[in-house]
């Protein structure tokens, strides 16, 4: 997985991302129209998206988003709900047994606050998510964050720093409210 990145907008490596992300979302467009139990055509699809089959035992609903798919890496006996966005530009890499409810968000990518450079760069750090964790319905996990071991981010929590392994974590910007 990647470091954390900077892109220059006008450059061949953005050009060439901005390809994949067109075919990719070509790619879910067709998944997300698939009759539910096509297990066939959806497990094709997700070949195509994410570079390789699905791993032994992985589970995803659609509707599915993602922006680049090559970059989303996934362990054995993954849980994803419906409708879960995964911006993969810099990395993200979800453990064994990893359980993440509807509506969940993934951002690897963003732009610097100066004005000035906003247009001109993208940037990115990739996200890390341990073994065992559960991550709920509608939280936002952001750029360079690492989930701990057996962690549980609340509903709706926006996590914005590391979660340590096995804690707790709530709200609207997700704070550590106790460990075992």
């Not at 075919?23 to 539910?36: G, I, W």
């Not at 699905?54 to 996934?74: A, E, Q, R, S, W």
């Not at 969940?104 to 990518?109: N, Q």
């Not at 993208?122 to 962690?151: C, H, K, M, Y």
Request: hydrophobic share 45%; proline share 7%.
């Amino acid at each position: 997985m990647s470091s954390d990145r900077l892109m220059r907008i006008h450059s061949a490596e953005f050009q060439a991302m901005a390809e994949r992300v067109l075919r990719v979302t070509e790619l879910t467009s067709r998944l997300n129209v698939l009759p539910f139990e096509d297990e066939a055509g959806k497990a094709e699809l997700f070949e195509q998206i994410l570079g390789k089959p699905l791993p032994p035992g992985v589970t995803i609903y659609p509707p599915f988003y993602t922006d680049h798919g090559l970059n989303l890496h996934l362990a054995e006996r993954v849980f994803i709900n419906q409708n879960c966005t995964f911006l993969d530009y810099a990395g993200i890499r979800l453990g064994e047994r990893v359980m993440i409810g509807p509506k969940v968000t993934f951002i690897t990518g963003g732009h610097p606050v100066d004005p000035e450079e906003r247009r001109l760069y993208l940037t990115g750090a990739p996200i890390d998510v341990a073994e065992n964790v559960w991550i709920g319905a509608g939280a936002t996990i952001l750029p360079g964050v690492s989930i701990g071991r057996d962690a549980v981010v609340a509903a709706g929590a926006v996590v914005a720093e590391d979660v340590p392994p096995a804690s707790l974590v709530t709200g609207g910007k997700a704070t550590v409210h106790r460990q075992w």
